[in-house]
C-alpha cells in the first residue's frame, strides 16, 4: 500500500483552465519527484526537490512549475492547460541518505480537450 | 548524457517459461541500479536494487537480477512466470553526478497467458 498519494487519479479537462496535481506523501521523505509519463514510454523527471522551499527542475523541460512549503507536500500546477501536456503525471518520494529507493503514487492521467 | 535501454518493447510468454529482460545503461562510473514494476492499475514498486556488494540480487517473488559492470547490463530474470506477473517492468539507474534522481528505461510490457 502506497504512502504517496496523489490526487485527482483521473482529470479531463478543457484548455486553458489552471490546473494543480495534488501530491502528499507521509513517510517524511526529504526529497520528492515529478515524472512525466506518456504511453510506452520513459518516466521523464520534469521536477524535484530536496527540502523545503528547494525545487529544481528536471531533465524534461515543462512549462509546469511546483513549490515545497511543507515537507510532505509537493503540488505540481499547470497555469493554463495545453493539450500537448496530456500525460500521466507521477510523483515519488525517497528519504535523504546514499541512493534511497523512490516511492511512487498512483499518478494523476490529465487530459486537456 | 546517461542513458538506459530496455531491449524489448513487449514480451509475451506461457506460464512456467523463463523470463530474462534486458537492462543496458551508459554511464561510465559509479552507478545504482533498480527495476521497478508495474502491476494493471496500480503504481510503480520497487522489485529489487543494487548498490554494491553482490552483482547478483534477489527481489520480491522470485525476480534476480545480475550486474555486470562489464556490459553496462542488469538483466532481469525469473526462471518459471505466473500469470500474476504480467505487467510494466522498468529498469532505472541513479549516478552520483546525477544527485541520486533516477533516469528511467521505457519499459517492457510483460504478458503472461495462463
Known amino acids: 500500500e502506497a504512502d504517496i498519494y496523489q490526487t485527482p487519479r483521473y482529470l479531463v479537462i478543457g484548455t486553458g483552465k489552471k490546473i494543480t496535481l495534488e501530491c502528499s506523501q507521509t513517510?517524511?521523505?526529504?526529497?520528492m519527484y515529478w515524472y512525466q509519463q506518456d504511453p510506452g514510454m520513459e518516466l521523464h523527471l520534469i521536477h524535484y526537490s530536496y527540502g523545503v522551499n528547494s525545487t529544481e527542475k528536471g531533465d524534461l523541460s515543462s512549462e509546469s512549475t511546483v513549490s515545497r512549503i511543507r515537507t510532505e507536500h509537493f503540488p505540481l500546477t499547470l497555469e493554463s492547460a495545453r493539450p500537448s501536456h496530456t500525460s500521466q503525471y507521477l510523483c515519488a518520494s525517497s528519504s535523504t541518505g546514499g541512493f534511497q529507493p523512490q516511492h511512487f503514487g498512483d499518478g494523476t492521467r490529465l487530459s486537456i480537450l | 548524457a546517461q542513458s538506459v535501454s530496455q531491449h524489448n518493447h513487449h514480451v509475451i510468454l506461457s506460464e512456467a517459461a523463463s523470463l530474462e529482460l534486458g537492462c543496458n545503461y551508459s554511464?561510465?562510473?559509479?552507478?545504482?541500479l533498480f527495476w521497478y514494476v508495474q502491476y494493471p492499475g496500480q503504481h510503480l514498486q520497487l522489485l529489487l536494487k543494487y548498490f554494491s556488494g553482490d552483482p547478483l540480487v534477489k527481489g520480491i517473488k522470485g525476480f534476480e537480477a545480475e550486474f555486470i559492470k562489464s556490459k553496462f547490463s542488469f538483466n532481469l530474470r525469473k526462471p518459471s512466470v505466473q500469470w500474476s506477473d504480467t505487467a510494466e517492468y522498468f529498469c532505472?539507474?541513479?549516478?552520483?553526478?546525477?544527485?541520486?534522481?533516477?533516469?528511467f528505461g521505457q519499459g517492457t510490457e510483460l504478458s503472461v497467458k495462463p
Open positions: 532505472a539507474v541513479s549516478t552520483y553526478n546525477q544527485g541520486g534522481k533516477l533516469i
Open positions: 554511464y561510465g562510473g559509479t552507478v545504482n
Open positions: 513517510m517524511g521523505h526529504d526529497k
